[in-house]
């Protein structure tokens, strides 16, 4: 069974969702999402310790804003400190999270037993890009979340006619909008900034040390799995899997084979690797 905590943590108070017990699995959700995205990776807390945040200013952690990525990643050290946390945990993330999570590994290496970058990448937004997300952040705040979520959700998943015959495609679809339309325009407009204002994060992946599972959608129009293919080239311990009739939201598209990945990725895992892994305070 799900619990729902609201933590203190450094300026801030964040939702977190957990479940299960044993081995800390942290997942970090996409923008402009929170949370619920995870929902069908509830069943992995039949095996691992479950720790959901909505992150800064998203969810039911909307006192404040985002103001940056690594602002981010110290939330969610900051967090585990919280809950008392103390030994290295395997951390998760999707698209934003995913950059949250480089994040983590480059500032906090000893907090991190493993890493899954899910839908991601590791270099910063071109010029354009950048313009193209400060021009959806004033549209945002023009006419509101339902303009991100009409732009937003066709690109988000797999186009092909197989992906959208898929079961639940709708019930996706429908969840997808509900999140985007709940996020406060403030909260997305801010985010939308520290996306843009991110670092290229790909000499701090060259030097990482834990052993990272990279996921990607082969329909991802977001970042196409050319992506996270040279980020396995060039990340020391990383192993790749390309999943098949999945867009940007490879978990919610393809939950048993994303849920079964995860966990072969965690058995593999060395005991030394995983050692004081999840260790309370």
């Known amino acids: 069974m799900m619990s729902v905590h609201r933590v203190a943590i450094r300026d801030t108070r964040l939702a977190v969702h957990t479940a299960g017990s044993g081995l800390p699995l942290v997942l970090l959700h996409a923008f402009p999402l929170d949370h619920g995205m995870w929902e069908r990776q509830l069943a992995l807390a039949d095996h691992v310790r479950l720790?959901?945040?909505?992150?800064?200013?998203?969810?039911?952690?909307?006192?404040?804003?985002?103001?940056?990525?690594?602002q981010?990643?110290?939330?969610?050290?900051?967090?585990?400190d919280a809950l008392h946390?103390?030994?290295?945990?395997?951390?998760?993330?999707?698209?934003?999270?995913?950059?949250?999570?480089?994040?983590?590994?480059?500032?906090?290496?000893d907090r991190v037993a493993a890493a899954v970058l899910?839908?991601?990448?590791?270099?910063?937004?071109?010029?354009?890009?950048?313009?193209?997300?400060?021009?959806?952040?004033?549209?945002?705040?023009?006419?509101?979340?339902g303009i991100l979520a009409d732009a937003m959700i066709p690109r988000l998943l797999a186009a092909s006619d197989q992906a959208r015959r898929q079961p639940g495609?709708?019930?996706?679809?429908?969840?997808?909008?509900?999140l985007i339309l709940a996020q406060p325009v403030a909260t997305i407009q801010a985010a939308l900034t520290a996306l843009g204002d991110r670092p290229d994060m790909t000499e701090a992946m060259r030097q990482a040390?834990?052993?990272?599972?990279?996921v990607a959608g082969a329909e991802d129009a977001i970042?196409?799995?050319?992506?996270?293919?040279?980020?396995?080239e060039l990340i020391p311990r990383a192993k790749l899997l390309i999943v098949p009739h999945a867009g940007h939201m490879t978990p919610l598209e393809q939950p048993a084979?994303?849920?079964?990945?995860?966990?072969?990725?965690?058995?593999?895992?060395?005991?030394?690797?995983?050692?004081?892994?999840?260790r309370a305070g």
């Open 118 to 145: 899910v839908d991601t990448k590791l270099e910063a937004d071109t010029p354009e890009t950048r313009a193209g997300r400060s021009d959806l952040a004033t549209k945002v705040g023009r006419l509101g979340q």
């Open 51 to 70: 720790i959901i945040p909505d992150l800064r200013g998203f969810g039911g952690s909307g006192e404040s804003r985002p103001e940056s990525l690594v």
């Open 209 to 214: 040390r834990p052993p990272m599972l990279l």
């Open 169 to 178: 495609r709708s019930e996706i679809e429908s969840l997808l909008r509900r």
């Open 72 to 80: 981010l990643a110290d939330d969610t050290v900051a967090l585990l």
């Open 257 to 278: 084979l994303f849920n079964a990945a995860v966990l072969e990725f965690l058995r593999e895992l060395s005991a030394d690797q995983l050692a004081g892994a999840g």
């Open 223 to 232: 970042t196409p799995p050319a992506c996270l293919e040279l980020a396995a």
């Open 85 to 109: 946390v103390e030994g290295p945990v395997v951390i998760a993330g999707i698209s934003m999270g995913g950059y949250v999570v480089q994040h983590v590994v480059a500032r906090h290496p």
